[in-house]
C-alpha cells in the first residue's frame, strides 16, 4: 500500500547562507527587482523580505547595518524587561504571601512598603 502525503507536509528547500546573501545584495543593489527576484529564484516575496530583515541584523556572516543591530538590541533589552517584570511580581506575591501567613500565626514582623523599602522602627 502505497503512502499518501499531505501537500503541506511537503519537503522544505534549504538555502545556504551564502545563496541568502547574494539574492539579498542583488536586491540592495538594485540590479533587480524584488519580483524578478523572486521568480528567477523560485522563492515567496515573504522569504526575500525575511532574509532581508535578518541581513540587516547581519545573521548572513555579514556586517549588521546599524539600524539592524539597534533593532536587535531593543528586542533583547525588550525580553529582559520583561523576564525581570515577571520574576519582580512573583517576588511581591511571595512576600505578600509571606506577610499574610505570620499575620496570621500572630506574629510581627517589620512592616514593609515594597515600592519604598523598609518602613517603621526597622527604618533608621
Not at 500500500?1 to 519537503?11: C, L, S, V, W, Y
Not at 540590479?31 to 527576484?37: G, I, M, N, T, V
Not at 526575500?48 to 539592524?68: A, C, D, I, M, V
Request: charged share 35%; glycine share 6%.
Amino acid at each position: 500500500m502505497e503512502e499518501r502525503k499531505d501537500p503541506a507536509m511537503r519537503n522544505q528547500r534549504s538555502f545556504s547562507l551564502e545563496f541568502k546573501r547574494h539574492v539579498v545584495e542583488e536586491l540592495l543593489s538594485g540590479e533587480s527587482r524584488p519580483a524578478q527576484l523572486c521568480r528567477r529564484h523560485n522563492i515567496s516575496p515573504s522569504i526575500l523580505y525575511h532574509w532581508k530583515k535578518q541581513y540587516s541584523r547581519g545573521k548572513f556572516n555579514n556586517e549588521p547595518t546599524e539600524e539592524g543591530a539597534l533593532k536587535d538590541r531593543i528586542e533583547k533589552l525588550e525580553r529582559l524587561v520583561g523576564r525581570l517584570t515577571l520574576e519582580n511580581e512573583f517576588l511581591k506575591r511571595g512576600l505578600q504571601h509571606s506577610l499574610s501567613q505570620s499575620q496570621r500565626n500572630g506574629k510581627s514582623l517589620p512592616r514593609i512598603n515594597i515600592s519604598s523599602g523598609i518602613s517603621g522602627e526597622d527604618a533608621d
